[in-house]
Nanobody, 122 residues
Framework: VQLQASGGGLVQAGGSLRLSCAASGLTFGTYAMSWFRQGPGKEREFVATISGGGALTTYADSVKGRCTISRDNSKNTLYLQMNSLTPEDTAVYYC????????????????WGQGTQVTVSS
């Protein structure tokens, strides 16, 4: 199984980014997918999750209203649209897959991508 995250970069505060996660080696539509992030000196934290079919989404309070998680099962790809970015959003963003359904705890995930760096300048 491979999860390849991309789309990170350097952006000014107030800007937007769209992250992607290309999945291979798994039956993508049967896995819940999530985004997590780990800022400098911080633990990895939950950002957003989406069920296998895409009907259920859940967000961390810190990104609710600013981020949208989505997926295209025909392309085996997960997305995270991030708007109104602030320096507090600076982190490495990871995608993760879980066969047993949506969850917020990092320990419950089966597969992880390598991460993509998002840096927001003030």
């Amino acid at each position: 199984v491979q999860l390849q995250a991309s789309g990170g970069g350097l952006v000014q505060a107030g800007g937007s980014l769209r992250l992607s996660c290309a999945a291979s080696g798994l039956t993508f539509g049967t896995y819940a997918m999530s985004w997590f992030r780990q800022g400098p000196g911080k633990e990895r934290e939950f950002v957003a999750t989406i069920s296998g079919g895409g009907a259920l989404t859940t967000y961390a309070d810190s990104v609710k209203g600013r981020c949208t998680i989505s997926r295209d099962n025909s392309k085996n790809t997960l997305y995270l649209q991030m708007n109104s970015l602030t320096p507090e959003d600076t982190a490495v963003y990871y995608c993760a897959a879980r066969r047993a359904g949506v969850a917020k705890e990092t320990s419950l995930y089966d597969y992880w991508g390598q991460g993509t760096q998002v840096t927001v300048s003030s």
